[in-house]
Nanobody, 124 residues
Framework: QVQLEESGGGLVQAGGSLRLSCAAS????????MGWFRQAPGKEREFVAAVSWSGGSTYYADSVKGRFTISRDNAKNTMYLQMNSLKPEDTAVYYC?????????????????WGQGTQVTVSS
C-alpha cells in the first residue's frame, strides 16, 4: 500500500516556474515507477512525465519535453516535478501516481495508487 500527497501547486505567471512534490508513505516506494498526470477543466487526464523505480530512466509528454524535469529521491520517499517556462495551457490539476507495471507507464489505466492532486494555474 502506498499513499501519495502532492504539494507545491499555485498561481504563477506565464514563463515562471513551480516545483511540485509528491510525498509517499509506505516501505515499498522504491518498488514503483512513478508518474505525473494532469487534468484541465473539460479535458481528459493526460500523461505528463514518469520516472523509473531507480530514477535512472525518465519519460515525458512531447508538450512538456525540455521544460519539465521529473526526479525522485527514494531515501526521502519523494518525487518531484520541476516545471519551467510555464504556459497558460499547463493550467490543470496535477496528480502523482505509482505504477508497478512498467510497460504501462504512459497510461493512467495501469497506475495503482493516486494522490488527491494539486492545482497549477498559469496566468497569461
Amino acid at each position: 500500500q502506498v499513499q501519495l500527497e502532492e504539494s507545491g501547486g499555485g498561481l504563477v505567471q506565464a514563463g515562471g516556474s513551480l516545483r511540485l512534490s509528491c510525498a509517499a508513505s509506505g516501505r515499498t516506494f522504491s518498488s514503483y515507477a512513478m508518474g505525473w498526470f494532469r487534468q484541465a477543466p473539460g479535458k481528459e487526464r493526460e500523461f505528463v512525465a514518469a520516472v523509473s523505480w531507480s530514477g535512472g530512466s525518465t519519460y515525458y509528454a512531447d508538450s512538456v519535453k525540455g521544460r519539465f524535469t521529473i526526479s525522485r529521491d527514494n531515501a526521502k520517499n519523494t518525487m518531484y516535478l520541476q516545471m519551467n517556462s510555464l504556459k497558460p495551457e499547463d493550467t490543470a490539476v496535477y496528480y502523482c501516481a505509482a505504477v508497478s507495471y512498467g510497460p504501462g507507464i504512459y497510461s493512467d489505466y495501469f497506475y495503482d495508487y493516486w494522490g488527491q492532486g494539486t492545482q497549477v494555474t498559469v496566468s497569461s
